[in-house]
């Protein structure tokens, strides 16, 4: 089909007007709006409701049932301000057919005013029964005799200091002004509604619609609004990878010489390689070795061996003539892979006259002068450590690999700036070279949420892990049997193992009910005795202290360690044989079962204790009781990840507001695969045969947001 005509500038301006520059004079609604998003008229057409409210009909008082939302509208007979036992505003009203009492605790004095007794008002809200008959608390008041609308009234997520009347105007206003002209080619789908006729009824949809179809996002204005929003994701993620396809790298040839660093690294592992780790370093060489960018993803379960994968690539770098950089996101993991690779490489390296490189926020000026020199000058082949990496007087010779451990942990620009620290010219000396990319995630991602947000990236699993590894069985355990918890410890620590004690908070907390880190730390050091060594860890102790507590626990001069979640990746004790997890009800399922995989790391059998905490009830909720069943039930990283993201969503799953990946707003990657498909069939065709509506596609649901995916 013929790309449809390019707009008009008037009709351009309309739907993609720049943003204006802050502080330019706007008003205080406008910086609301620009907080949620909304600067184009594009952006309030898809800003779509969180819910509706029916308006449309008025009820009888003696026809409602307790427990509905009802719209009524009745005579006020008296209003007063009372004081019990706190300052509200009660007023009775009256329909003709039943009475009922309205309460509110925080109100306008105008409200006071619009309920003067003899006034006849509409009121909107839920009704409940009482003591001293029905109520309403805080409804909603109208004036009476107003038309009522024909279509539900459209609730919209806001902020503080923008209501829902002014944000439903300024919703309305965009919409009208949008254009809504169609950019998919007709002779990919023909859609039973257009996107016009779609946004106009999700916006304000006719009440003889039953309301189940609109929040399951069933009805086909809502398939037609899903499969936009993910094309424009597809072609975006395929533009991104044919934008990568036009940049070069170095292509480093594999050497595998007896004599290469990496085979000599193979020769002093003190273990084999299992099979998906030799396919996943073959995967990266192969990539290496091409001038086109790698930008891949290694993932694995926790304890799958992805350290080792790294070190392997690293060595096909260095082995090449080029540097390589490894970034973590805490001073710990990066420790961890520190003192492992340095094990590993460095007498490898020092016959090479190279060596490895620390860089950390937290060193001493003269250190980090010295490991900057080593990087600059190319004698540091390999650089680990955290967002110092990147600093701006970090400069590199000749940077060709880097890896991002626990990826997901580091913003967009982070990711970019590491990207952007490639040394050297190509060959060709047509500007500088774009190093290759290695991502890490010990979060297994589910083949959906793969497909959508990583379909720019290639794909490396290890889906084994290596031998010798024994099950870690996860008990469910109340808090009020913290006694048996103890005894578990003592016979742990009796057959010479260690012990994690995992706190949710560091101290004391008005705010949350929740056992904390310091005053578990002195139970535990009164409960087991002065034989029993203790220790505290935390994000907030100096790093110096923290290593020296890390150091002691490895060492086994600790027997149980007390911990926030700062050890909830890279750390590595194999002695260590119980996990302990405080409140493990608040805890997310991808973080308990990154917890777990701390045990179970050596050949004794290990075991994980979710400690939980009903509420009043004697139950925990819904979703705490969904997480802590799938940590019994399961203890495979993928089955974990498929049940996170039904759980939570993609956005959350991602930790997107970190990442920056833009989130799905409205697809849901666990019931919309068959949308999925089909956008991920027809973005690469369209990008080739229209590429106009491509581009005009994009703008339209991603706008800036596109950039993310570039990074």
């Given at each position: 089909m013929?790309a449809?005509?390019?707009?008009?500038?008037?009709?351009?301006?309309s739907?993609?007007?720049?943003?204006?520059?802050?502080?330019?004079?706007l008003?205080?609604?406008?910086?609301?709006?620009r907080?949620?998003?909304l600067?184009?008229d594009?952006?309030?057409?898809?800003?779509?409701?969180?819910r509706?409210?029916?308006?449309?009909?008025?009820?009888k008082l003696?026809d409602?049932?307790?427990?509905d939302?009802?719209?009524i509208?009745a005579?006020?007979?008296?209003c007063?301000?009372?004081?019990?036992?706190?300052?509200?505003?009660?007023?009775?009203?009256?329909?003709g057919?039943?009475?009922?009492?309205?309460?509110?605790?925080?109100?306008?004095?105008?409200?006071?005013?619009?309920l003067?007794p003899?006034?006849?008002?509409r009121?909107r809200?839920?009704?409940?029964?009482?003591f001293?008959?029905?109520?309403?608390?805080?409804?909603?008041?109208?004036a009476?005799?107003?038309?009522?609308?024909?279509?539900l009234?459209p609730v919209?997520?806001?902020?503080?200091?923008?209501?829902?009347?002014?944000?439903r105007r300024e919703?309305?206003a965009?919409?009208a002004?949008?254009?809504?002209?169609?950019?998919?080619?007709?002779?990919?789908?023909?859609?039973q509604?257009?996107?016009r006729q779609?946004?106009?009824?999700?916006?304000?949809?006719?009440?003889?619609v039953?309301?189940?179809?609109?929040?399951?996002?069933?009805?086909?204005?809502?398939?037609?609004?899903?499969?936009?929003e993910?094309?424009a994701?597809?072609?975006?993620?395929?533009?991104?990878?044919?934008?990568?396809?036009?940049?070069?790298?170095?292509?480093?040839?594999?050497?595998v010489?007896p004599?290469?660093?990496?085979?000599?690294?193979?020769?002093?592992?003190?273990?084999?390689?299992?099979?998906?780790?030799r396919?996943a370093?073959?995967e990266i060489?192969?990539?290496?070795g091409?001038e086109?960018?790698?930008h891949?993803?290694?993932?694995?379960d926790?304890?799958?061996?992805?350290?080792?994968?790294?070190?392997?690539?690293?060595?096909?770098?260095?082995?090449?003539g080029?540097?390589?950089?490894?970034?973590?996101?805490?001073e710990?993991?990066?420790?961890?892979?520190?003192g492992?690779l340095?094990?590993?490489?460095d007498?490898?390296?020092?016959?090479?006259?190279l060596?490895v490189a620390?860089?950390?926020g937290?060193?001493k000026?003269?250190?980090?002068?010295?490991?900057?020199?080593?990087?600059e000058?190319g004698?540091?082949?390999?650089?680990i450590?955290?967002?110092?990496?990147?600093s701006e007087?970090?400069?590199?010779?000749?940077?060709?690999?880097?890896?991002?451990?626990?990826?997901?942990?580091?913003?967009?620009?982070?990711?970019?700036?590491?990207?952007?620290?490639?040394?050297?010219?190509?060959?060709?000396?047509?500007g500088?070279?774009?190093?290759?990319?290695?991502?890490?995630?010990?979060?297994?991602?589910?083949?959906?949420?793969?497909?959508?947000?990583?379909?720019?990236?290639?794909?490396?699993?290890?889906?084994?892990l290596?031998?010798?590894?024994?099950?870690?069985?996860?008990?469910?355990?109340?808090?009020h049997?913290?006694?048996?918890?103890?005894?578990?410890?003592?016979a742990q620590?009796?057959?010479?193992?260690q012990?994690?004690?995992?706190?949710?908070?560091?101290?004391?907390?008005?705010a949350?009910?929740?056992?904390n880190?310091?005053?578990?730390?002195?139970?535990?050091?009164?409960a087991?005795?002065?034989?029993?060594?203790?220790?505290?860890?935390?994000?907030?102790?100096?790093?110096?202290?923290?290593?020296d507590?890390?150091?002691?626990?490895?060492?086994?001069?600790?027997?149980?360690?007390?911990?926030t979640?700062?050890?909830?990746v890279?750390?590595?004790v194999?002695?260590?044989?119980?996990?302990?997890?405080?409140?493990?009800?608040?805890?997310?399922?991808?973080q308990?079962?990154?917890?777990r995989g701390?045990v179970?790391?050596?050949?004794?059998?290990?075991?994980c204790?979710?400690?939980?905490?009903?509420?009043?009830?004697?139950r925990?909720?819904?979703?705490?009781?969904?997480?802590?069943?799938?940590?019994?039930?399961?203890?495979?990283?993928?089955?974990?990840?498929?049940?996170?993201?039904?759980i939570r969503?993609?956005?959350?799953?991602?930790g997107a507001r970190?990442?920056?990946?833009p989130?799905?707003?409205?697809a849901?990657l666990?019931?919309?695969?068959?949308l999925?498909?089909?956008?991920?069939e027809?973005?690469p065709?369209?990008?080739q045969?229209?590429p106009?509506l491509?581009?005009?596609?994009?703008?339209?649901?991603?706008?800036?947001?596109s950039e993310y995916?570039r990074?």
């Open positions: 013929p449809a005509a390019s707009p008009s500038p008037q009709q351009k301006s739907s993609a007007s720049p943003p204006a520059a802050p502080g330019s004079g008003s205080a609604t406008q910086r609301a709006l907080k949620l998003g600067v184009r594009i952006d309030f057409a898809l800003y779509l409701p969180m509706y409210e029916d308006e449309t009909q008025i009820v003696a409602a049932h307790d427990g939302v009802a719209q509208e005579v006020v007979r008296s007063e301000v009372v004081y019990r036992p706190r300052r509200q505003l009660i007023a009775t009203v009256d329909d057919s039943d009475t009922c009492q309205l309460r509110f605790f925080n109100f306008y004095p105008s409200l006071h005013k619009q003067a003899g006034s006849r008002v009121i809200g839920e009704l409940k029964g009482g001293l008959g029905r109520q309403m608390l805080h409804p909603t008041i109208k009476a005799g107003t038309d009522l609308p024909e279509a009234t919209y997520s806001t902020i503080s200091g923008l209501a829902q009347p002014a944000l919703v309305r965009g919409l002004r949008s254009i809504l002209d169609e950019t998919i080619p007709l002779d990919a789908w023909q859609p509604w257009s996107l779609s946004l106009h009824f999700l916006h304000y949809p006719t009440p003889d039953a309301m189940a179809t609109l929040e399951d996002r069933s009805h086909p204005a809502w398939q037609r609004v899903k499969a936009e993910l094309l994701q597809q072609l975006s993620q395929q533009q991104a990878r044919h934008e990568r396809a036009s940049q070069r790298a170095p292509a480093l040839r594999p050497n010489s004599g290469s660093l990496s085979e000599q690294l193979l020769a002093v592992l003190p273990f084999a390689l299992t099979g998906a780790q396919r370093v073959e060489g192969r990539d290496l091409r086109l960018p790698m891949r993803l290694l993932q694995g926790v304890g799958s061996g992805k350290t080792v994968v790294a070190a392997l690539a690293a060595a096909l770098t260095i082995d090449a080029h540097q390589c950089a490894l970034m973590a996101p805490t710990i993991l990066a420790a961890q892979h520190f492992k340095v094990q590993w490489l007498p490898l390296l020092a016959e090479r006259g060596r620390w860089l950390t937290s060193q000026k003269s250190e980090r002068e010295v490991m900057t020199a080593a990087v000058s004698e540091a082949a390999l650089v450590g955290t967002h110092a990496v990147i007087k970090v400069r590199f010779a000749r940077l060709a690999l880097a890896i991002i451990d626990e990826q997901h942990r580091f913003g967009v620009a982070q990711r970019l700036a590491l990207r952007g620290k490639a040394g050297g010219l190509n060959p060709e000396g047509k500088a070279l774009e190093p290759h990319l290695l991502m890490m995630s010990a979060t297994p991602i589910p083949r959906t949420l793969a497909m959508s947000y990583y379909a720019d990236l290639d794909v490396s699993t290890l889906d084994e290596p031998p010798g590894r024994t099950p870690v069985v996860t008990k469910l355990v109340a808090d049997r913290r006694d048996e918890v103890i005894d578990r410890i003592q620590l009796s057959q010479g193992r012990v994690y004690w995992v706190c949710p908070l560091i101290e004391e907390s008005e949350v009910d929740l056992r880190a310091t005053a578990t730390r002195d139970e535990l050091a009164d087991l005795g002065d034989a029993v060594g203790v220790g505290l860890l935390h994000s907030r102790m100096p790093t110096a202290e923290k290593q507590v890390m150091a002691q626990f490895s060492a086994g001069r600790l027997d149980v360690l007390v911990s979640t700062v050890i909830e890279g750390v590595d194999p002695n260590a044989s119980l996990m302990v997890i405080e409140h493990a009800e608040r805890f997310g399922l991808s308990l079962h990154q917890l701390r179970g790391r050596g050949a004794a059998a290990s075991a204790v979710l400690l939980y905490a009903p509420g009043e009830s004697g925990v909720g819904e979703a705490a009781r969904a997480r802590l069943r799938a940590m019994a039930e399961t203890a495979d990283g993928f089955e974990i990840a498929r049940r996170d993201l039904e969503g993609p956005g959350e799953f991602l970190q990442s920056g990946a989130l799905l707003r409205f849901d666990a019931t919309d695969t068959r999925l498909d089909w956008a991920r027809l973005a065709r369209m990008l045969a229209h106009e491509a581009q005009r596609h994009i703008d339209r649901w991603l706008g800036t947001r995916l990074a």
